[in-house]
């Protein structure tokens, strides 16, 4: 089945501890994206990545930090800067950087506490 | 003020009611525009992807696009039970790549 994946679905974690969320596809898109939700809230682009090894700054990106190594790939980690970390976040992909459907993973739930 | 707008709800109908969703925007340069459905503690799910004005129908669903209104609507036809969740409408510009700007979302109530 082709799609995307995200792990773990439920996060919990102390405050001032790093934590990486995982986000893998095999639909052999070229552009990635990670989105944050909060409740009553729409999403928010924290980081997105064009193509494999290259990747910017989203509206909200204080506070995270990602990677694309693989084109499959594109961890979030979310840092001990981050001031308000509980929420959904969710990963997105599609097939180029040109005006393409986003398609979204689960989703996965981190709690801070 | 928002960029995109769009009602919370909840919008409650029986089922077999036509579900009428919408969005209005501010940025005359949106051209590509999409609904999708998501459930309590889910990943959104694509429904309709548009690109400029106009019209799109798969299955029950229709899309509608009036840039001159700066404004997009999604009707559900045939409502199910199944159907009761959280609407998102994004849309995004040419120059801007592929980066979406998102409703904060209507939420649907189908009641059997």
């Known amino acids: 089945d082709g799609g995307i994946t995200q792990s773990p679905k439920y996060l919990f974690r102390k405050e001032g501890q790093n934590v990486t969320l995982s986000c893998e596809q095999n639909?052999?898109?070229?552009?990635m994206y990670w989105y944050r939700q909060d409740p009553g809230q729409g999403l928010r682009l924290i980081y997105y990545s064009q193509i494999v090894n290259d990747f910017q700054k989203g509206d909200i990106a204080e506070g995270y930090s990602v990677s694309r190594e693989k084109k499959e790939s594109f961890p979030l980690t979310v840092t001990s800067a981050q001031k308000n970390p509980t929420a959904f976040y969710l990963c997105?992909?599609?097939?180029?950087?040109?005006?393409?459907?986003?398609?979204f993973g689960p989703g996965t739930r981190l709690t801070v506490t | 003020q928002k960029e995109v707008e769009q009602d919370p709800g909840p919008l409650s109908v029986p089922e077999g009611a036509i579900v009428s969703l919408n969005c209005t925007y501010s940025?005359?340069?949106?051209?590509?525009f999409m609904w999708y459905r998501q459930y309590s503690r889910k990943g959104p799910e694509l429904l309709m992807y548009?690109?400029?004005?106009g019209n799109k129908e798969d299955g029950r669903f229709t899309a509608q696009v009036d840039k001159s209104s700066k404004y997009i609507s999604l009707f559900i036809r045939d409502s199910q039970p199944s159907d009761s969740a959280t609407y998102l409408c994004a849309m995004s510009a040419q120059a801007a790549g592929n980066k979406l700007t998102f409703g904060g979302g209507t939420r649907v109530l189908v009641k059997p």
């Open positions: 940025n005359s340069a949106f051209q590509y």
């Open positions: 639909l052999n898109h070229d552009a």
């Open positions: 548009t690109y400029s004005s």
């Open positions: 997105a992909s599609s097939p180029t950087w040109a005006g393409d459907e986003q398609y």
